[in-house]
């Protein structure tokens, strides 16, 4: 199955406005959040930025676009050893000749790839038939990608290439090719439940073939803890990135401390959230003491924050 790109995000939600009344309002709930707070403390000092959202790309896709035309240049020097991206094993033959064998021309098709997609990790090219020596009597050598396969690379796919010869077709070939992609992903170490939270020690680098999961994997460590699985995870097994969603940082009904800043003016309270939250979400918190309700976004681990 093909890889597709897949980007997860999270994203950032304005609060609506309490209601109208702009700055007296702010004013309005910080005297409301004392009075109703003996234990809340007015800070002066300097503003503190808040979290940045947790934001992660995973395997860029390897989608094939159009290739025709673009090549890998090559070149044999005069003492028949081959130059550029090829392995330096060419060699004349008593005729003045240069042989260019088979594994150099499926080096030259990897490295094309390669460039053309900004490839990163091991890509393994293995063609169902070997791809014959080919004499040439000039040590300049191109492959052109003349043919490629619109859905894109796949464990298995059909590739169409030329060997060009100071510019003219010397040899063209149709290939059956599997291909292989290494990288390195997270993986889980243990059993991981439905619905727990992943953690750095459940889980642990592997290198694996990624063409083959058929999936976006997991390939960050960072963020690791601002996840939680969706399906169990055997030992052993992949994370991918629909296995994953969001951790909540704010559940329902938990109290949460709600901070609140205009200028140098910061005042904190405590507030009861109505509604679970990831980073960066809205949600809907309860003032305990007047049991007002307003918005406030969710800054980390039961903390949420109200914009003027």
């Given amino acids: 199955m093909g890889l ?4 997860r995000t999270t994203s950032y939600m304005k609060p609506r406005a309490w209601s109208v009344g702009g700055r007296s309002l ?62 330096a094993k060419t060699k004349p033959d008593k005729d003045g000749q240069f042989v260019l064998q088979g594994d150099e021309i499926l080096t030259a098709i990897r490295e094309s ?24 009597d000039h040590p300049d050598w191109e492959v052109v990608l003349s043919a490629v396969p619109g859905q894109g690379i796949r464990s298995r796919f059909l590739l169409g290439c030329e060997l060009r010869v100071q510019g003219q077709k010397a040899a063209e070939w149709h290939l059956n090719l599997r291909a292989e992609l290494w990288r390195r992903v997270v993986v889980a170490t243990r059993r991981i439940e439905r619905q727990s ?3 750095r020690d459940l889980v642990e680098w592997r290198d694996v073939d990624v063409l083959a999961l058929g999936s976006s994997p997991l390939e ?12 169990t995870a055997e030992a052993g097994k992949v994370i991918l990135w629909k296995d994953i969603k969001d951790r909540p940082l704010v559940l329902r009904n938990s109290v949460v401390e709600v901070v609140a800043e205009e200028g140098r003016m910061r005042i904190s309270m405590k507030g009861k959230a109505l509604e679970e939250g990831v980073m960066g979400q809205v949600i ?25």
């Fill in 113 to 136: 790839l390669e460039k053309r997609f900004d490839l990163s990790g091991d890509l393994r090219l293995f063609a169902d038939k070997p791809i014959g020596d080919v004499r040439i």
């Fill in 26 to 87: 702010f004013l309005r709930v910080l005297t409301t959040c004392i009075v109703g707070f003996a234990g809340a403390t007015a800070l002066a000092g300097a503003d503190e930025a808040s979290p940045a959202p947790v934001s992660d790309s995973i395997l860029k896709g390897v989608e094939l676009g159009d290739l025709q035309g673009f090549k890998v240049r090559g070149s044999v020097a005069e003492d028949g050893t081959a130059n550029g991206s090829a392995e």
């Fill in 284 to 308: 809907r918190v309860r003032n305990m003491q007047t049991r007002n309700d307003f918005q406030a976004e969710v800054i980390g681990e039961n903390q949420a924050k109200v914009h003027f």
């Fill in 4 to 7: 597709s790109m897949h980007i």
């Fill in 220 to 231: 960050s460590m960072e963020a690791v803890s601002m996840y939680q699985l969706v399906r």
């Fill in 197 to 199: 939270a992943l953690a």
